[in-house]
């Protein structure tokens, strides 16, 4: 079958880094999407990782690791705005596997 | 930049009436999807196309079917909606070959009484 976890939710400090994580096991396996959703908003593209090995973008960093099925998406810096949703979701062949998503409280 | 647009952001319906939810996106996309968004389910797959005048069945696909009659546009029927229904409606396009990445319509959020 197909099981993406992620944890419902974290919370975390303004300023501070947090690091969310996923972990499944698919049938298949093209690459691992992490998408960002406000409330009441679509989600939108944050990264896109399909071999191992951490890929940083500004104050979001995405990692994988294909043998273990593992990846996290790791925030920086964090700011009152970055409280969402964060989706993990495997890519077979265009089509995405969602995992429940993870809802990230930023505190002051 | 891509656009994705959904017919409405909030409909409300009852029992037993058929309902189109209607997407729409600009961007000469190949592919296009159909997901529901339930609190701790996650995104849920309804159903995908792949071209015009093809679809593929999802995850839940039971009570839905679609239709796509244009490239830029896929309609997602409700032939006699229920209360279990009631959910989020996200639309996605992604471009096809290896570009992957799916980019979302705001959602319509449909109550049925």
């Known amino acids: 079958g197909q099981n993406i976890d992620q944890p419902t939710e974290m919370t975390a400090t303004e300023g501070a880094i947090v690091q969310i994580n996923c972990t499944y096991q698919?049938?298949?396996?093209?690459?691992l999407f992490w998408y960002q959703q406000h409330a009441g908003e679509a989600p939108t593209f944050l990264s896109y990782?399909?071999?191992?090995g951490l890929e940083e973008k500004g104050r979001f960093s995405s990692f994988l690791s294909r043998s273990k099925g593992y990846s996290y998406l790791l925030l920086k810096e964090l700011q009152m705005k970055d409280s969402a949703s964060y989706l993990c979701?495997?890519?077979?062949?265009?089509?995405?596997?969602f995992g429940q998503g993870t809802e990230l409280s930023v505190k002051p | 930049d891509v656009k994705v647009t959904q017919s409405s952001r909030y409909l409300v319906k009852r029992t037993g009436e058929k309902v189109f939810l209607e997407c729409v996106q600009d961007?000469?996309?190949?592919?296009m999807f159909w997901y529901r968004q339930d609190p701790g389910l996650g995104l849920r797959l309804i159903y995908f196309?792949?071209?015009?005048?093809?679809?593929e069945k999802g995850d839940i696909p039971e009570g839905y079917s679609v239709s796509r009659e244009k490239k830029e546009r896929f309609s997602l029927i409700l032939e006699s909606a229920s209360t279990n229904q009631t959910s989020m409606y996200l639309c996605?396009?992604?471009?096809?070959?290896?570009?992957?990445?799916?980019?979302f319509g705001p959602g319509t959020r449909l109550t049925v009484t």
């Open positions: 996605a396009s992604s471009g096809g070959g290896d570009n992957y990445e799916q980019y």
């Open positions: 698919t049938s298949g396996f093209n690459g």
């Open positions: 990782n399909v071999l191992d």
């Open positions: 979701a495997v890519n077979q062949g265009g089509k995405l596997i």
């Open positions: 961007m000469d996309h190949e592919n």
């Open positions: 196309s792949y071209d015009v005048k093809m679809k």
